[in-house]
Structure formats: C-alpha cells, structure tokens
C-alpha cells in the first residue's frame, strides 16, 4: 500500500475545510446556528486543519529524514540474525539432546552426520545430504 503524497494529504485537507464551512453554511441558512457561532465555527475549523496540514508537512520530513536510518538498522539487525556465525552460535548454543529430541518429533525426520564423534543415540553416521 502506498502512502498518499503531501499533496494528496493538503487537498484532502482542503475538502474536508470546504465541506465543514459548507455544512455550517447550511446550518445557518436553516436557522439551526447564528451567524456569529457559524463565523467562529468555520473559523476553529480552518484553523484545525490548518494545523493538522502542518502537522502531516512535518510528518513527511521527519519520515524523509529517519526512514533511511531506520532502513539500515533493520537492514543490519536482518543481516546480523541471518549471519553464519549467529545461526552457528544458536546451534551450539542449544542442547543437543533438546535439538535431536525436536528432530524424533517430526515425522519422517532423521538426523545424519558425517563425523562419528558427534553421533549421539538417534543420530546416524553417514553422508550428509
């Protein structure tokens, strides 16, 4: 999903201002508000969404300028994870009676090493496929 552009956002905006005076128009052509609260009330409006475009103009620089940094530290913390030395770390790090007894678990899963000193009970001795 794509986010909208800056000036799909102020557009947005502007609408929704235009449709808030509009309404407010009609309530005081109806006679359901005066016209001083219709003036106030367009007034609070457009200030509200006047600073609610800011807000979102900021938004998009903030993100401008912390989505890269963001990107690389996600990037180096994916990169650091999936790294040999890390996946053999929490190899070793495991029991390996834990690590065969999840392997028994599974159906149809056998475990085979090449070097006889590894070979624990369940572990075949063998060619490594």
């Known amino acids: 999903m794509n986010?909208?552009?800056?000036?799909?956002?102020?557009?947005?905006?502007?609408?929704?201002?235009?449709?808030?005076?509009?309404?407010?128009?009609i309530l005081v052509l109806l006679g359901m508000i005066d016209a001083n609260t219709s003036t106030q009330?367009?007034?609070?409006?457009?200030?509200?969404f006047d600073d609610l475009?800011?807000?979102v103009g900021d938004v998009y620089v903030i993100v401008g300028i912390a989505g890269p940094i963001v990107i690389v530290w996600l990037g180096k913390i994916g990169y650091s994870s999936a790294s040999p030395k890390n996946q053999t770390a929490s190899a070793l790090a495991a029991e390996p009676k834990t690590v065969i007894a999840a392997v028994n678990a599974l159906p149809n899963a056998s475990v085979t090493v090449s070097d006889p000193a590894l070979a624990t009970p369940g572990v075949k001795v063998g060619p490594v496929q």
Do not use: C, D, E
């Open 53 to 55: 475009q800011a807000l």
């Open 3 to 25: 986010l909208p552009t800056q000036a799909q956002t102020n557009t947005a905006l502007r609408y929704a201002g235009t449709t808030v005076g509009s309404a407010a128009s």
């Open 41 to 48: 009330l367009i007034a609070a409006f457009h200030k509200f």
